[in-house]
Nanobody
Framework: QLQLVESGGGLVQPGGSLRLSCAAS????????IGWFRQAPGKEREGVSC????????NYADSVKGRFTISRDNAKNTVYLQMNSLKPEDTAVYYC?????????????WGQGTQVTVSS
């Protein structure tokens, strides 16, 4: 079974940190670009960060630049999102996405999400 599983969410106070993990099973992430997205209640899903298959290129939404860091460990088949200086507006369900364009089709997988709540 091909799946992505996010973990590491929880309740944290403003200014705190969390590290999210996105682990793949049933396939290898080596050739996939990985994105982290989030969706707050009543809002559309938005992109937070992404990393290329090699890890050599990363991008961040303006709202998280300087606070979040995306990384990947292909040996562990896992991608991480280190989140520091968390703010209440970071509260959302966080999803990871693995994407690869093959010769004849796209490969696009989503995890089930992990809740991040930033509150005092």
């Amino acid at each position: 079974q091909l799946q992505l599983v996010e973990s590491g969410g929880g309740l944290v106070q403003p200014g705190g940190s969390l590290r999210l993990s996105c682990a793949a099973s049933g396939f290898t992430l080596d050739y996939y670009a990985i994105g982290w997205f989030r969706q707050a209640p009543g809002k559309e899903r938005e992109g937070v960060s992404c990393i290329s298959s090699s890890g050599g290129s990363t991008n961040y939404a303006d709202s998280v630049k300087g606070r979040f860091t995306i990384s990947r460990d292909n040996a562990k088949n896992t991608v991480y999102l280190q989140m520091n200086s968390l703010k209440p507006e970071d509260t959302a369900v966080y999803y990871c996405n693995a994407y690869r364009l093959g010769p004849s089709r796209e490969f696009d997988y989503w995890g089930q999400g992990t809740q991040v709540t930033v509150s005092s």
